[in-house]
């Protein structure tokens, strides 16, 4: 049995891990600690903990205003839904624009926010962020990936934006292996039919398709991309040279994230047939998170579906 890890409890363990290695780093709460577990470093560090209350937008300026202190270096960290729009024109300007060294942590990313609904659930940050000049964008796989990635953050020099979830999910790659590499996508399974590209929770989804093709006698590649923005450019063409075709899968609207990612580069570089499976052009809703899933095709089914009208 796979072990499981909410991506929001590897950060919150990761930052007191770093809190102990680097005393520059200070973390930034908008009242919601419990529930993104930046908790752990305040109980930590209290002296390096600011709880800003319900107030998104002074709190990113504050941060962005302390990067620029004695090499101070800010994790901010809220749900996703108000980082990326509550705050965004303080995101914009304070952080983006003036490339100040600050680090978001959009917690509660896509349909899993515990049946909070519409209000809750980040269906857009990923295409808000990554169209934003000077904005990393990285969404991890698994608690390990969470880990690797705060640490790379930390030490790159500018803004970044890091994807978490709310939901345990499977650990998939190898704490004793794995090393994160900015920009360069993760080759989960070799495959010469079709590529199946994933980012976040979601290259769970793609590798358990693969499996149930795999029976069906369709060989699939596997690719997780972790950094929307950058994005593997590389990697996506290979794959298009390489296979028939190119099914993503997201947990984020189908407008603008990954998939839309994935469209631009083959757009540019290597037109082959795109197939794109996530959030549709709705806000998301209350309920189970599992039905959700399976209700708008983040299944493993409609995957599968979906490869099979691609290859007819």
């Known amino acids: ?28 709460d908008a009242d919601v600690c419990t529930s993104t577990r930046t908790c752990l470093f305040r109980d930590a560090f209290p002296e390096r903990f600011f709880q800003m209350g319900v107030a998104e937008q002074n709190m990113i300026s ?17 749900f996703a839904v108000f980082a990326s729009k509550r705050a965004l024109d303080q995101v914009s300007i304070s952080v983006a624009y003036p490339r100040r060294n600050v680090k978001i942590n959009g917690s509660y990313g896509g349909i899993p926010t515990g049946k ?32 690797r990635a705060v640490y790379a953050a930390t030490e790159y020099l500018g803004p970044v934006y890091l994807r978490t979830t709310r939901h345990e999910t499977p650990v998939v790659l190898n704490p004793e292996t794995y090393r994160f590499q900015w920009g360069k996508a993760v080759m989960l399974r070799e495959g010469k039919d079709v590529t199946l590209i994933g980012t976040g929770v979601k290259s769970v989804l793609a590798l358990d398709a693969a499996r149930i093709l795999e029976k069906k006698g369709i060989d699939a590649r596997v690719l997780h991309i972790h950094t929307i923005k950058p994005i593997d450019r590389e990697a996506i063409i290979k794959a298009a040279e390489e296979t028939c075709g190119i099914v993503t899968m997201e947990n984020h609207s ?13 757009t540019d570089e290597r037109p082959v047939i795109l197939k794109r499976i996530g959030i549709p052009d709705t806000f998301g809703e209350s309920g189970d998170d599992d039905q959700i899933f399976r209700k708008i095709g983040l299944s493993v089914d409609n995957v599968v579906k979906t490869v099979k009208i691609l290859l007819d």
Do not use: C, Y
């Open 1 to 28: 049995m796979a072990i499981m890890m909410a991506n929001r409890e590897a950060f919150g363990r990761t930052l007191v891990e770093l809190g102990k290695r680097n005393q520059n780093v200070v973390v930034f």
């Open 254 to 266: 189908v407008i603008g994230g990954l998939g839309g990612a994935v469209s631009e580069v083959l």
């Open 116 to 147: 909070a609904g519409a209000t809750h659930q980040a269906v857009q940050d990923i295409a808000i962020m990554r169209a934003m000049p000077n904005m990393t964008v990285i969404v991890p796989i698994d608690g390990v990936e969470v880990e």
């Open 62 to 78: 504050a941060a962005a205003g302390m990067s620029t202190v004695s090499g101070l270096i800010p994790w901010v960290s809220t």
